[in-house]
């Protein structure tokens, strides 16, 4: 939703991740009615949140594997080349032929599934889950920017 939003209607990133980020905060909170969603499996928290593979946290080797992909995406691949092009000069890179709309969307689709996969081990780590942990985290996460 965030690559269309920027590459097909030229939307700042900015705004349309808090826009997006808010409304599906909203949509939680209404889903559960703002209380801790229960019913977890428990071997979902004991394998994702707090088990090991080979003697390594579950979460410090997803995070491996996922650096490793980013890293041969982005260094290996036709791409990565794009990713820096079109993030260099859109208008430079548009001109040389390649798709903007369609590398923005894809760039967020990667980005995206990253976050997935984060939020995931969260919440396999958070067992219970309350839908109003997040809003701290997001603003402390934006502040910086």
């Known amino acids: 939703m965030n690559?269309?939003?920027?590459?097909?209607?030229?939307v700042s990133p900015f705004v349309m991740t808090l826009g997006v980020?808010?409304?599906?905060?909203g949509i939680a909170l209404?889903?559960?009615?703002?209380?801790?969603?229960?019913?977890?499996?428990?071997?979902?928290?004991?394998?994702?949140g707090f088990g090991s593979i080979l003697?390594?946290?579950?979460?410090i080797l997803v995070a491996l594997l996922?650096?490793?992909?980013?890293?041969?995406?982005?260094?290996?691949?036709r791409l990565g080349r794009y990713f820096y092009a079109v993030g260099g000069n859109i208008n430079a890179a548009r001109l040389s032929g390649i798709n903007t709309h369609k590398t923005l969307i894809l760039a967020y689709l990667l980005c995206a599934s990253f976050a997935?996969?984060?939020?995931?081990l969260i919440t396999a780590s958070w067992i219970?889950?309350?839908p109003i942990s997040a809003p701290?985290?997001?603003w402390n996460l934006l502040q910086p920017v």
């Open 3 to 10: 690559g269309i939003g920027v590459a097909q209607f030229q």
């Open 21 to 25: 980020s808010s409304i599906g905060f």
């Open 30 to 48: 209404y889903m559960t009615g703002g209380s801790p969603v229960y019913g977890m499996p428990m071997e979902f928290g004991n394998t994702f």
């Open 55 to 59: 003697g390594i946290p579950t979460p």
């Open 66 to 77: 996922m650096t490793i992909a980013a890293m041969v995406i982005v260094n290996r691949t």
């Open 116 to 120: 997935a996969m984060a939020g995931m």
């Open 128 to 130: 219970p889950v309350k």
């Open 136 to 138: 701290p985290c997001r």
